[in-house]
């Protein structure tokens, strides 16, 4: 049962071999000439066979110069690979892992590996599209140049851009959030044979991760707890946690999560309205606070120096309705318009 286990533990962690090569120019160079040199001995061994002159060993050099010209010499360019800076492939020999080519430069490989790509796609929008070959109008060699630069797996950062998703926070309230997720190849021998696609694997790994860090958190900070963590209050923090999740699940797939950040945050339509009433209500109470502390710190201060400048004497009656008055006015929501007493104060 542990061997079982072993082999299976083996099969999911695949090692990135790097694929033996040589210089491609040369190769190209010495194939051409020997392909040249095939012709030239075509011709010789044709006219040695006609004359008789070498027997047998023309006949085995006419049949050497048919092989290499029409076999041999057009197998050895299959063999040849450019790659671009931050490109790499994934070869198999006969169904067997041979390795991964990257660099960038001209190579020769063994012409009988098979360069291998699931996903022949580049996300930027999280939408999967399918690899189309070549489109209509191209003619065979841009057909056959689209299909090989298919099988080129970058190593470059890419953009991972999912479509919004709506999922409960952890009050159990609706949210529509989007996030953008920086990510790259590290491992081109996991990429390939661990998933069967791992552009769609990231996409729905990221989808997954978004809902299990989000049913964690409220959408905003509840009541005068100012140290709660929310959506919209923590980003940072949520990022960081994040990017840590969705490592931890594409692992298996050789892939490095450089950065995840939420791009879009909104409750969902359905309570948009309501949620945007409370708030509007909690900024109408903690306005109206403010106001009244403010207005009576303003009634204690003229009270205050009515009484140390000896202007006038009130009874308790009289300061009673003078407070009440200016609370009125410093609190109310229109201008106060004034009553002029002409007469006594009693």
């Known amino acids: 049962m542990s061997k079982k286990l072993s082999a299976n533990e083996k099969q ?65 360019f299959a063999g040849l690979k450019v790659l671009r800076p931050k490109e790499a492939l994934v070869l198999t020999l006969f169904g067997r892992y041979y390795g991964t080519l990257n660099g960038e430069g001209f190579f020769f490989v063994n012409p009988f590996v098979t360069a291998i790509n699931p996903s022949t796609q580049q996300i930027s929008t999280g939408t999967i599209m399918t690899g189309q070959d070549a489109a209509p109008g191209k003619n065979a060699a841009q057909a056959a140049a689209s299909k090989a630069r298919s099988r080129v797996i970058s190593l470059k950062a890419m953009t991972l851009n999912n479509a919004k998703q709506k999922i409960n926070d952890q009050l159990g309230n609706p949210v529509i959030i989007g996030i953008v997720v920086i990510w790259r190849v590290v491992n ?25 860090i989000v049913r964690l958190y409220p959408y905003d900070i509840s009541g005068d707890n100012d140290n709660e963590k929310s959506l919209r209050g923590s980003s940072t923090e949520i990022a960081e946690r994040l990017t840590k999740e969705i490592q931890s699940r594409v692992d298996i797939a050789g892939l490095e999560i450089m950065e995840a950040r ?15 009433q409370r708030q509007q209500a909690s900024a109408i109470v903690d ?9 009576v710190g303003m009634v204690e201060m003229a009270l205050s ?42």
């Open 188 to 212: 081109t021998a996991k990429a390939i044979f661990n998933v069967d696609n791992y552009t769609e694997y990231l996409s729905i790994q990221c989808d997954s991760a978004l809902r299990d």
């Open 262 to 276: 939420i791009t879009h945050l909104s409750y969902a339509p359905e309570i948009a309205a309501a949620m945007l």
């Open 305 to 346: 120096k009515l009484n140390e400048n000896d202007i006038v004497h009130l009874d308790e009656e009289r300061k009673a309705a003078m407070v009440s008055n200016l609370l009125v006015v410093l609190c109310g929501n229109r201008d106060a318009q004034p009553v002029v007493n002409s007469g006594s104060l009693y």
């Open 12 to 76: 999911l962690h695949y090692e990135e071999i790097k694929a033996k090569a040589v210089n491609g120019m040369a190769m190209l160079l010495v194939n051409i000439l020997l392909m040249i040199a095939s012709i030239v001995g075509f011709i010789w061994s044709i006219g040695a066979v006609e004359e008789d002159k070498y027997g047998a060993f023309g006949i085995v050099v006419l049949v050497a110069c048919v092989i290499y010209f029409s076999f041999i010499g057009p197998v050895l």
């Open 287 to 295: 306005a109206r606070q403010m106001i009244v502390e403010g207005a």
